[in-house]
């Protein structure tokens, strides 16, 4: 386990006072691959936690175990991979002991996801309005009739103009922005209290990112729905997350509020991504739709993992006990924490 333990900025309060704890916990989640007779892990001790209404942002380079850790908690994972240990509460229960019915009514009605590419998961011959209405009556006992107005509703909740209309389009008849709308419309058929966006903007151009993120801000505000926003840029960070956890080489190495870290990384590899978004370094909102390349090297595969730190080939702040121990994530207060031997002072 990677030492972590929810604190202050987890535990909410209810209207009756009572203090709950965070929606989604995951606990030392390890997922594994095997793959040519060896076995590696993609998630490696993860540790998160998402409160009700929250967004957590978890960003890292491409490789790093972002999506491995959105389908674990989907319950998502294939066969040759698998979920080797930890624990994923959704409310204190734990979705790892449940039978892949209970799961499947789960991730219907509490939890939802949308995808990079929003064609993937449409089906062209399908109308919007069968595949929504589809998604409804998946979830609800309504007639054709009432799912195709609730069809109608979620098109306009989610900003599709002319709603009505639209609700007959074929998926090819929309552009790339209508379309993620659609699913995203799809996600919240279900009334879900977690969504789970596994880069919802990256296919889109820059404007129309800007209008979807500001959507599902809309809808986290309105609705109450917490979010995973999982992403290699830290501009989509920056504009949509209270928290963030930054993932290196299958484990988390910095938690923290998206403020404190965009104020002050304390990470290495923190500090290395908010160097590469270009404006001054690390103010929040700039560099939107960066790719986050800068540092020299690059993440390394999962079956080549060196021992100690992962990062400390490309860190400039490597010390000799990176080599020899994986460091451990310590709380630094305030909610921060930081894996890493030798962290970025606060004051630089
Ligand atoms: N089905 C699979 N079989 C074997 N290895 C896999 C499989 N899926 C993922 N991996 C490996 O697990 C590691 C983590 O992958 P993951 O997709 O979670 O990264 P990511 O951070 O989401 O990156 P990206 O932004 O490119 O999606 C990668 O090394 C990847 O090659």
């Known amino acids: 386990m990677t030492g972590f333990a929810p604190d202050e900025s987890e ?18 989640l390890r997922t594994e691959f095997r793959t040519d007779g060896h076995t590696f ?19 890292g380079e491409s490789g790093c175990g972002k999506s491995v850790t959105a389908l674990s908690v989907m319950g998502l994972v294939q066969a040759p991979g698998r979920i080797a240990g930890g624990r994923i509460l959704l ?3 734990d979705l790892l002991a449940k039978s892949e019915r209970e799961l499947r009514r789960i991730r219907g009605n509490r939890i939802a996801m949308i995808f990079q590419e929003p064609m993937t998961s449409l089906n062209p011959v399908f109308t919007v309005g069968d595949q929504l209405g589809e998604a409804v009556r998946l979830h609800q006992k ?8 609730r069809a109608i509703e979620l098109l306009k909740l989610v900003g599709i ?42 296919a889109l151009d820059v ?37 963030v956890a930054v993932m290196y080489a299958g484990k988390v190495v910095e938690r923290s509020s998206a403020a404190a870290l965009f104020a002050a990384p304390r990470h290495p590899y923190t500090a290395g991504l908010l160097r590469s978004l270009p404006g001054a370094a690390g103010a929040a909102g700039r560099g939107k739709g960066t790719r986050l390349e800068a ?9 080549r993992m060196p021992a100690g730190c992962r990062f400390r080939d490309r860190c400039d702040r490597a010390v000799p006990a990176c080599a020899r121990e994986i460091p451990p994530l310590v709380a630094l207060g305030q909610g921060r924490e930081v894996a890493c031997f030798n962290p970025v002072p606060e004051a630089a």
């Open 91 to 93: 409310d204190g229960e």
């Open 41 to 59: 892990a993609a998630v490696d001790d993860v540790s998160l936690a998402i409160g009700h209404g929250q967004t957590l942002g978890i960003v």
């Open 142 to 149: 309504k007639s054709r009739a009432e799912a195709r107005e």
């Open 207 to 243: 404007t129309i990112q800007a209008q979807i993120l500001a959507l599902l801000r809309k809808l986290q505000r309105e609705r109450g729905l917490a979010v995973m926003l999982i992403t290699h840029d830290l501009g989509v960070v920056a504009e949509s997350c209270e928290q």
């Open 161 to 202: 103009p002319s709603p009505e209309t639209r609700v007959d389009a074929y998926p090819h008849e929309l552009s790339g922005g209508m379309r993620q709308r659609v699913m995203i419309a799809m996600a919240l058929a279900c009334d879900p209290e977690l969504l789970i966006a596994d880069e919802p903007t990256t």
């Open 11 to 28: 535990e909410q309060a209810r209207p009756d006072g009572e203090a709950v704890g965070p929606l989604l916990s995951i606990e030392g």
């Open 295 to 303: 540092i020299p090297g690059v993440v390394p595969a999962p079956d």
